[in-house]
């Protein structure tokens, strides 16, 4: 009776159990894994967010499929304010970037067409490509002491099928927070180019640095492009994901962007999905981008410098290297016991909850993975019981 884009399991994991029976107990859990800056104890400027909300234009619905003139020009100022020059008319208007991959995943893919995204990655693109009837398929990332994370591209030419359409990158990635390299764009450029595919960059935690590394790019516009969507939101560079305002900009080679750009305003207006509200109080909004990417910032910085400290002379259980975004990632391959072991132990004899590194589709055993935006009084209590279990 049902779609055969949802044969999917449904179980909560043994992982999910144990909280769920814990929290019924009312057992106080520190949460490692929270990366919802609503309730994380930052301080928002109400003021400037609801100021004009509703403004009067707002009553009059007067849609637009790429998005409202002064939605549009929001985002282009953002750009601007980097150092970018964007076309207005590059730019579409979306709730968010899962919709923004929807849109592109339409727009790109037959049925059972492909994309190529890294792992490890965040678990969203196997579920939204399935949901529009894609396949995906990986390239790893690999990990060296001194570089950090880096894309492994010959396996990645190795994997490129006549289905294959698209290839994702993160900017920097999440979990793993690193930042596409100068160098390493102009590889991804070479294999799109090579094999005529689109190159789709997910840039929402772009503004959160951590560790300044060389030549990294904050932001992959206004590159030579094959053809190049660029996805980012308020969710994360505002801190604001209730308010669901995204966006993708298009570039490439002009006849690919033209056509691109065709297809994507027949999908959008299918849809017509961002509030019209939201989208007349996107300015009101972005002012707000400095206060609580201070706050945001500050709070990461200072949690990763803690967890540099705590792990420093650990033999068994190293901080990975770690340039950008709300994540980072612990490697314990040493204590030789199973991941899924590793992160029910702490949950249950020290009622400290963290991801598990297959929950990113890790390659390997032996990772976990915790949210920079706790509040560090709390992460520092979570990482000292950490220790105390696995000492």
Request: glycine residues 6%; negative net charge; aromatic residues 12%.
């Amino acid at each position: 009776m049902f779609s055969g884009r949802l044969n999917i399991e449904f179980e909560p994991n043994r992982l999910s159990r144990l909280y769920d029976a814990k929290s019924a107990k009312g057992e106080k859990i520190i949460d490692l894994t929270s990366s919802n800056p609503t309730k994380s104890g930052f301080i928002y400027d109400t003021n400037i967010l609801t100021k004009n909300f509703p403004e009067s234009s707002a009553m009059i619905y007067n849609p637009d499929p790429r998005g409202l003139i002064a939605a549009r020009e929001t985002v282009r100022d953002y750009y601007k304010e980097i150092g970018k020059q964007v076309n207005i008319d590059d730019i579409f208007i979306t709730p968010g970037t899962s919709e923004a991959y929807s849109y592109l995943f339409k727009l790109l893919l037959n049925p059972e067409d492909e994309i190529l995204i890294p792992q490890p990655c965040y678990p969203l693109f196997e579920y939204l490509a399935m949901l529009d009837s894609g396949c995906v398929n990986y390239y790893p990332l690999k990990y060296e002491h001194k570089n950090g994370w880096r894309a492994e591209f010959e396996v990645l030419r190795n994997r490129i099928k006549d289905k294959t359409k698209a290839v994702v990158v993160v900017n920097p990635n999440n979990p793993t927070g690193s930042y596409i390299k100068s160098a390493e764009y102009i590889e991804f450029l070479s294999i799109c180019r090579e094999h005529k595919i689109a190159l789709i960059a997910d840039e929402v935690f772009s503004d959160f640095l951590i560790s300044p590394c060389s030549h990294y790019l904050k932001t992959i516009s206004g590159e030579d492009s094959y053809l190049n969507f660029i996805l980012n939101g308020f969710s994360k560079m505002l801190g604001l994901p209730q308010f669901k305002f995204g966006w993708i900009i298009v570039e490439g080679e002009e006849d690919l962007k033209s056509e691109a750009l065709k297809r994507l305003e027949i999908i959008s207006d299918t849809y017509l999905s961002v509030s019209s509200i939201v989208q007349n109080i996107s300015g009101n909004l972005y002012e707000t981008r400095n206060k609580i990417q201070r706050q945001i910032s500050g709070r990461i910085t200072e949690n990763y410098e803690l967890l540099q400290k705590k792990f420093l002379l650990n033999p068994d259980i190293r901080l990975l290297k770690c340039e950008g975004g709300w994540s980072a990632v612990l490697s314990f391959a040493n204590l030789l016991i199973p991941e899924d072991d590793f992160v029910y132990n702490l949950l249950e004899k020290k009622n400290v909850l963290v991801h598990p590194g297959y929950y990113y589709d890790f390659d390997r055993e032996g990772y976990a993975v915790l949210s920079l935006l706790t509040e560090t009084k709390l992460l520092e209590e979570g990482i000292d019981r950490i220790l105390s279990l696995y000492a």
